[in-house]
């Protein structure tokens, strides 16, 4: 593949297919992960200008200080082997306002042309923030449910599926049936 693009793709297509990915992109370069590349979209997902483009990730994020992303970084960079994070806390600063953020990531050791060595490492990371907070707003309904149902003075059993599985029954129900 990498034959295949050096041969037939020009440094302003790779350039274009950055930029309108719709998932955030960005690769950091050297021990220091210097933003060499960052598509809008991670731009806005950082909260950040284009502006950070040539610094340093810690100095244009200084947020992750006692994250352990910038730790992250370093271990995908020494073994080579790539990192994916699932529904990951983070802190950001966006707007001048400290966020609480979720993400679903990869980060990916960059290697030189001769495949030798690590010089940097890509991230590809998308926002799941709206879809974690659901989950938990779910998760919370759901408890609350279930809580109405074994404190309450009524018999009340709750069934799952066609063959009507008993998922929830209260004290009450199981005494009307003579059961624990």
Same mark, same amino acid.
């Given at each position: 593949?990498?034959?295949?693009?050096?041969?037939?793709?020009?440094?302003?297509?790779?350039?274009? $297919?950055?930029?309108?990915?719709?998932?955030?992109?960005?690769?950091?370069?050297?021990? @220091? !992960?210097?933003?060499? /590349?960052? +598509?809008?979209?991670?731009?806005?997902?950082?909260?950040?200008?284009?502006?950070?483009?040539?610094?340093?990730?810690?100095?244009?994020?200084?947020?992750?200080?006692?994250?352990?992303?910038?730790?992250? $970084?370093?271990?995908?960079?020494?073994?080579?082997?790539?990192?994916?994070?699932?529904? @990951? !806390?983070?802190?950001? /600063?966006? +707007?001048?306002?400290?966020?609480?953020?979720y993400f679903d990531f990869i980060y990916a050791p960059i290697f030189n042309d001769e495949e030798t060595e690590?010089?940097?490492?890509?991230v590809v990371a998308t926002e799941v923030t709206d879809q974690v907070n659901a989950e938990k707003k779910l998760?919370?309904?759901?408890?609350? !449910?279930?809580?109405?149902?074994?404190?309450?003075?009524?018999?009340?059993?709750?069934?799952?599926?066609?063959?009507?599985?008993?998922?929830?029954?209260?004290?009450?129900?199981?005494?009307?049936?003579?059961?624990?």
């Open positions: 593949m990498k034959n295949f693009i050096k041969s037939n793709i020009s440094q302003e297509s790779l350039a274009l $297919l950055l930029t309108q990915a719709p998932v955030a992109l960005s690769m950091l370069m050297g021990d @220091e !992960f210097i933003i060499q /590349v960052a +598509n809008p979209q991670i731009l806005q997902l950082w909260g950040k200008s284009p502006q950070i483009i040539g610094c340093k990730l810690i100095d244009a994020l200084p947020e992750l200080e006692g994250q352990p992303f910038m730790d992250i $970084l370093s271990q995908v960079r020494t073994t080579g082997k790539p990192y994916k994070g699932y529904q @990951e !806390f983070c802190y950001l /600063v966006r +707007n001048g306002k400290r966020e609480e953020c690590i010089i940097g490492v890509s998760a919370e309904t759901e408890y609350t !449910f279930e809580r109405l149902i074994k404190e309450s003075d009524y018999s009340i059993a709750l069934y799952k599926g066609p063959d009507l599985i008993i998922d929830i029954a209260n004290n009450s129900m199981l005494r009307t049936w003579g059961k624990n």
